[in-house]
């Protein structure tokens, strides 16, 4: 039905600069016919998209939201109206959509309103409140149907705007505790829709506080396109499909903000929250409208006519009174006149001596802003440096503290201000520290390292510089301190210091190697020999020469050591599982060690990297860490094996130079034990410093790990306090190879008297090695120096089928042999011996004749199987 104008008069009774009719026409609803079917008018709807208002403000974009109604029509006739509103209502009624038309659901009568008989926006605004409905079609006097009119409409052009600006958000805020759980369903959304006859629900869940926090939003225009998406109501929960992100405004807000929001985000409701996010109610278009009431809009510019008339009022009498002081005034000119005359000829002097002030004073301004600029220019400069930058008064109170004090302290300005340096940089105050302040005040100035403390109790090390400060009147007045961080420069000093003295005791320590070596074995391959020449020794003779050749294994074991601190043995390596070498460790030290240590293992199942390494070199490693786990718990404790991946980076690799950027497999051998004191930490890798007894160590155990992991590619670290035991973390790298078993079938056989040259400088060496291998059928000939071998071999080079040659040699040494007798025969086969594995490195650069490198000191039947295996190869 078509509603007449019912308060024409308002629109007569003030001049309000509102927007006409046309203004919020959209000229293109959505129409259908009546015998269409609801679900393809709601798939219309949700379709439908675009503006066709004119609207006055022309920076506001066109509305791109769905159609939130359609209008029934026939022949241009208006018959009914379907909106957003019907489809919730419909919803929560459980209507089956598909199988009704619009004509059984259409609203009917329509509220409408004639184009030519209003063009006042009061005029809609009083039919909108008055009916309590969101859309008014238009018709002509035809009754034919020209366009709808919208909140959306209204609220996008409606002037004046001002009125928005001096409202808050709480005024129009529906305030209700209307709300369903993230698990509502949507049938249960609309049912709440409909019941309380809302246009949309806010999804919300309280917190254990019971406060209400909204999560989304599910409206009357999600409804329409979830029934075109033929979503399954009865189902689906809301939290699958509300819409997200929540769009907020606080109460406090002005409603110009939220209007702006709705405008840019395209929305037709905001969630008002307050600041801790709790859900209070929400505002929508109406509520906007609602600001635009006719009658409230007549009642607030009859009470500002009324302001203005009091203000009338008040003008009048400030006019009059005004009137008076004119009078008064001109009076007072004229005096004024009299005395300015007077003063002429006065300011005109005084004027001469202010100009040549000024011109003083100007140039003052040009030293002190130029000053100024370069104190701005130092402070920045202060601020931004890396050096800790503070002040202090002649009490060491802080009074400057500048950002990179900060970073290095991690205190900031406003916590030390005020407070004494020496309770803030020091754990406590030394004597040093007090001769240093009597320097400074001596001799204006001091530098030197300082130990300091951070906020968090982290111990540091800074390069200071200490400056003294004075008044104009050179009385001293405070210390500037300037400071470096020198930590991690110190540890690396340290490192490397450490890296440089085991690399000088280890050329020491090579050198005694070698003559031991020499020593040895002659020692154990004649205890070897021996009963074996001497079939009828008796059985104190055999223990005898059993101890002697013990004390020969153990001497070369010491020897092992030695060079793997040194250089490192160098032995066959293989790949290995770091998961095989903890568990026949575990089962070792389990079998052999005091019932009171218990032995706690740990490899996780991730653990399935391959290191390639000597299995004997790493055995006596982890042995060695277990033996000195074990000498640390003598009353019992718990010693723990784990191994774990570790991945060294660039930053790890520079703090330690020992490793290299890869992954790595990382052995932990632990204790809960004794401890070591700090002072003895940095000691115990040195070789021959031990804290045992003089019969329980020899200080090589650590030193030799060092050079088996050297050897290996690898480093270690540790980590220990007193009375908590230590951590000793072996660093092994990764391989990619596969682990293999490896075969011995050799067998020690009798020779077919073969020719063979033995060179050694040492006769023991000479006299033991011929003997033995004379047992064996083989014969000899044999050189004390390079100079002799090659003379030998030039004799019998056609019969010569072996030659075993010392490399450690005087006149000339084995390595120049070998090349001058390979000269003479590049066939010739050679066994090159020496104490220093580091030797074998020297044979690369030989050429085409390449011997076979032989350790000392060496077994009998090591000797004799390198003999086999050269002849019959």
């Known amino acids: 039905m078509t509603l007449r104008p019912g308060i024409e008069s308002l629109a007569n009774c003030v001049s309000l600069e509102l927007p006409t009719l046309k203004n919020v026409i959209y000229c293109s609803p959505l129409t259908v016919t009546a015998d269409t079917r609801v679900v393809d008018a709601i798939a219309f709807m949700s379709q439908a998209r675009g503006s066709n208002y004119e609207t006055v403000n022309q920076e506001l974009p066109p509305n791109p939201e769905k159609a939130s109604c359609v209008l029934v029509i026939s022949q241009g006739q208006l018959l009914g109206i379907f909106t957003e509103w019907d489809v919730v209502r419909l919803t929560a009624m459980g209507v089956n959509l598909s199988e009704i038309t619009i004509a059984e659901v259409m609203i009917h009568p329509v509220i409408t309103i004639q184009q030519s008989q209003v063009e006042d926006m009061l005029t809609v605004l009083s039919i909108l409140h008055q009916h309590r409905i969101h859309h008014l079609p238009v018709v002509d006097d035809n009754n034919y149907v020209i366009g709808v009119i919208t909140h959306e409409a209204i609220r996008q052009v409606l002037q004046p705007a001002n009125l928005l600006k001096l409202r808050s958000v709480s005024e129009v805020t529906v305030n209700h505790d209307i709300y369903a759980p993230l698990t509502a369903r949507l049938l249960d959304i609309a049912q709440l829709m409909n019941s309380q006859k809302i246009n949309c629900v806010v999804i919300a869940e309280p917190d254990s506080t019971g406060r209400i926090t909204p999560q989304g939003i599910i409206t009357e225009g999600d409804i329409v396109q979830f029934q075109v998406l033929g979503l399954d109501f009865t189902q689906i929960q809301a939290q699958t499909v509300m819409s997200t992100p929540l769009f907020c405004v606080h109460p406090e807000d002005i409603l110009w903000f939220a209007h702006r929001e709705m405008q840019r985000r395209y929305l037709r409701r905001l969630v008002v929250t307050n600041e801790t996010g709790e859900f209070l109610g929400i505002v929508t278009q109406t509520s906007f409208l609602q600001l635009f009431d006719p009658l409230e809009i007549t009642s607030v510019i009859a009470a500002l ?146 130990h300091q403390v951070t906020k968090y109790g982290e111990k540091i090390i800074v390069q200071s510089r200490w400056t003294l400060v004075r008044d104009k009147f050179g009385e001293p007045k405070s210390i500037l301190i300037v400071n470096t961080d020198i930590t991690e420069k110190k540890q690396l000093e340290a490192k490397f210091l450490r890296t440089q003295r085991l690399e000088n005791l280890g050329i020491l320590a090579s050198g005694i190697a070698h003559d031991l070596n020499n020593i040895l074995t002659p020692i154990l391959t004649s205890t070897q020999l021996l009963p074996l020449r001497l079939g009828n020794v008796d059985e104190q003779s055999r223990q005898l020469l059993k101890m002697q050749q013990d004390s020969a294994k153990r001497g070369a074991e010491l020897i092992k050591q030695i060079l793997s601190f040194a250089q490192g043995v160098e032995g066959k390596h293989f790949p290995l599982q770091a998961r095989h070498l903890l568990k026949e460790i575990e089962q070792l030290i389990k079998s052999t060690f005091p019932k009171s240590i218990a032995v706690q293992t740990y490899i996780p199942n991730t653990i399935s990297s391959i290191i390639v390494a000597d299995p004997t070199q790493i055995h006596q490693v982890l042995m060695n860490l277990c033996v000195n786990a074990r000498d640390a718990m003598p009353n019992g404790g718990i010693l723990g094996l784990e191994a774990d991946n570790f991945f060294v980076d660039e ?28 002072e003895l930490l940095k000691r115990i890798f040195e070789p021959f410093f031990t804290t045992k007894e003089f019969s329980k160590g020899t200080g090589l155990g650590l030193s030799t790990i060092i050079g088996i992991l050297k050897n290996h590619g690898g480093f270690i670290d540790v980590e220990s306090q007193v009375g908590l035991g230590s951590n000793f973390k072996v660093y092994l790298p990764v391989s990619d190879q596969i682990v293999t078993e490896e075969t011995d079938k050799s067998k020690i056989s009798q020779g077919n008297g073969e020719l063979i040259l033995i060179v050694d400088d040492e006769d023991s060496i000479r006299a033991t090695n011929k003997a033995t291998l004379e047992s064996y059928n083989y014969r000899i000939l044999t050189a004390s120096d390079g100079i002799e071998a090659v003379s030998v071999y030039a004799q019998h080079k056609n019969e010569i089928s072996v030659i075993l040659m010392d490399i450690e040699m005087p006149s000339m040494d084995g390595i120049r042999a070998i090349q001058v007798i390979c000269k003479i025969n590049p066939a010739i086969k050679i066994v090159a011996i020496s104490g220093l594995v580091s030797n074998k490195n020297r044979l690369k650069g030989i050429g085409a004749c390449v011997p076979i490198f032989l350790s000392k000191p060496y077994t009998l039947k090591e000797l004799l199987e390198t003999v086999q295996m050269v002849l019959v190869n």
């Open 305 to 450: 006519q009324e302001q203005v008339a009091e203000q009338g009022k008040e003008l009048k009498q400030s006019n009059q009174q005004l009137q008076q002081e004119v009078i008064q005034r001109r009076q007072a000119e004229e005096k004024l006149h009299q005395a300015y005359t007077s003063l002429e000829q006065q300011v005109a002097q005084r004027t001469a001596e202010l100009s040549q002030a000024n011109a003083l004073l100007q140039q003052e301004n040009e030293e002190r802003k130029r000053a100024e600029e370069k104190i701005r220019e130092q402070a920045a400069l202060i601020d931004i440096a890396t050096n800790a930058i503070f002040v202090c008064n002649l009490e060491r109170r802080i009074l400057f503290w500048n950002q990179g004090a900060e970073g290095i302290y991690q205190w900031l300005a406003s916590e030390v201000l005020g407070k004494n340096a020496n309770e803030i940089l020091y754990e406590k105050t030394s004597p040093e520290l007090e001769s240093v302040c009597l320097s400074v005040l001596k001799d204006n100035s001091w530098q030197g390292e300082l």
């Open 651 to 678: 930053h790890y690799a520079q703090m330690n130079p020992e490793a290299k950027i890869c992954s790595y497999i990382v052995i932990t051998v632990s204790d809960t034990g004794s401890g070591i004191p700090p």
